[in-house]
C-alpha cells in the first residue's frame, strides 16, 4: 500500500517567471558591479605601476568574461615587475591594487544580487 500526496503552490507559474528573470537580471548586474570593480583596480594597479617608458602601464587590462573578473598586464616582464627577482625588487602592483578593492568588489555584487532580487519580485 503507499500513500500519495499532491501539493498545489498558488502563484507557481508567477513563481518560476520571476525566478527566470532573477537569473538574467542577476548576472546582467553582477557583471556590470565586475565591470566597474575591475576598471578600479585597473586604475590603481596603473598608479601603482612602476614607470619607465609607460609600456608595461599601457597594458593593464581588466575583462570580465562568464562573470569571472580578469585583471593582468600583458607585457613580457610583468610578471618579474610583480614578483621580482633577485635582481628587481617586488612591486606587487597588480595584487596590491586586488587586495585594496576586493572588499568594494564583493559589497558591490552583493549590492547587485539585492538589486537584482527586488527587480525580479516586481
Known amino acids: 500500500m503507499s500513500v500519495n500526496m499532491e501539493i498545489h503552490i498558488n502563484g507557481l507559474p508567477e513563481l518560476r517567471e520571476k525566478l527566470a528573470r532573477l537569473g ?55 610578471f618579474y615587475q610583480e614578483f621580482g627577482t633577485r635582481y628587481i625588487r617586488t612591486r606587487c602592483f597588480l595584487s596590491q591594487a586586488v587586495e585594496l578593492h576586493m572588499q568594494s568588489l564583493i559589497n558591490g555584487i552583493n549590492h547587485a544580487i539585492d538589486e537584482a532580487k527586488t527587480e525580479a519580485s516586481t
Open 24 to 78: 538574467d537580471v542577476m548576472k546582467r548586474r553582477v557583471h556590470d558591479a565586475l565591470v566597474l570593480g575591475g576598471e578600479a583596480m585597473k586604475t590603481l594597479a596603473q598608479s601603482l605601476a612602476p614607470v619607465r617608458t609607460g609600456y608595461l602601464r599601457s597594458t593593464i587590462f581588466s575583462r570580465v568574461e562568464d562573470l569571472a573578473l580578469r585583471i593582468g598586464a600583458s607585457a613580457p616582464y610583468a
